[in-house]
C-alpha cells in the first residue's frame, strides 16, 4: 500500500494551492484521512482530517482557508488551501488509516511529503 501526495509549490501570500493524494495497493477500505504539516525546527502538526462519513475536522489556524475533501471511489483525499500565508510554509503530508485485503491488517500509512511555500 503507498499514498502519493502531489500539488506543493510555490505561491504567493493570498494565493491558493490544492494538494492531492492517492492511496493505492490492496485496499479494503480506508478509514480516517488527513494532512500534516512540518515546518523546519518544529513537530509535525495536525492540518485537516476527513472520517469516511465525510467528517471534518480543522487545526484553528486554517479553518475558514483550507477544505479538505475525499473521493472514496478513487482513493484520494484533497487539500484546498486558499487565502495562504508565508506561515503555512511546510512540508505536507498525507495519512490515511487503512485497512488492506487478503491478508486483512489495519496499517496508519504516511505519504512521502509535498513541499509548500508561500512568499509575503
Known amino acids: 500500500v503507498q499514498l502519493q501526495a502531489s500539488g506543493g509549490g510555490l505561491v504567493q501570500a493570498g494565493g491558493s494551492l490544492r494538494l492531492s493524494c492517492a492511496a493505492s495497493?490492496?485496499?479494503?477500505?480506508?478509514?480516517?484521512m488527513g494532512w500534516y504539516r512540518q515546518a523546519p525546527g518544529t513537530q509535525r502538526e495536525l492540518v485537516a482530517s476527513?472520517?469516511?462519513?465525510?467528517?471534518?475536522n480543522y487545526a484553528d489556524s486554517v479553518k475558514g482557508r483550507f477544505t479538505i475533501s475525499r473521493d472514496n471511489a478513487k482513493s484520494m483525499v484533497y487539500l484546498r488551501m486558499n487565502n495562504l500565508k508565508p506561515e503555512d510554509t511546510a512540508v505536507y503530508f498525507c495519512?490515511?488509516?487503512?485497512?488492506?485485503?487478503?491478508?486483512?491488517?489495519?496499517?496508519?500509512?504516511w505519504g512521502q511529503g509535498t513541499l509548500v511555500t508561500v512568499s509575503s
Open positions: 495519512k490515511a488509516d487503512i485497512i488492506t485485503a487478503s491478508p486483512s491488517t489495519y496499517i496508519s500509512k
Open positions: 495497493g490492496r485496499i479494503f477500505s480506508i478509514n480516517d
Open positions: 476527513i472520517t469516511h462519513g465525510a467528517r471534518e
